[in-house]
């Protein structure tokens, strides 16, 4: 009996343990954000984690003008790892496999994109921080985001 016990845990703890190296994904990305410099303004949109994906939404602007949008999506493979999907002005989508992820940042990279080859946000905070970039870095575009309606 005791052997059985012991071959079922061992059973049991094997196929749990590709669920415990599956990544998160980044619910603390979730909620309405938004940058104001003067008349311009970015915003972004993130549900919550759901059927193993997120899904976002991003637009920028000046005054009442819309300038850009995005739609974007975080989703989880079968394989647990995180891809970061993006299509600007619903076009073609480009994505972005996670680089590296730790308890309130992540980062995407696809280095055989044009601009941007590295997506990256993390929490200060109670502010959501995005950047793009190249790969070494240059290039970079930063967004500081608050909590919309705050």
């Known amino acids: 009996m005791k052997k059985s016990v012991s071959i079922m ?9 590709p669920l415990a190296q599956a ?3 980044p619910e603390w990305l979730t909620g309405e954000w938004q940058q104001e410099r003067g008349d311009r303004w ?3 949109l993130w549900s919550l984690p759901r059927g193993g994906v997120m899904i976002g939404m991003g637009r920028s602007g000046r005054g009442e003008s819309l300038q850009s949008w995005e ?6 493979a079968a394989d647990g790892t995180l891809t970061l999907h993006a299509a600007p002005e619903g076009g ?5 496999p996670v680089l590296e992820q730790g308890v309130r940042d992540i980062s995407f990279a696809n280095p ?3 601009y941007p080859q590295r997506i990256r946000y993390w929490r200060e905070g109670r ?4 950047e793009t970039a190249m790969m ?8 500081t985001y608050a909590p919309a309606g705050q």
């Open 9 to 17: 845990l061992a059973a049991l703890m094997l196929g749990a343990a």
């Open 23 to 25: 990544a998160d994904l």
């Open 42 to 44: 970015t915003e972004e």
């Open 71 to 76: 739609v974007m999506r975080i989703v989880r």
């Open 92 to 96: 073609k989508e480009t994505i972005f």
């Open 112 to 114: 055989d994109h044009d």
């Open 127 to 130: 502010l959501l921080m995005a």
């Open 136 to 143: 070494d870095g240059s290039n970079a575009q930063n967004w």
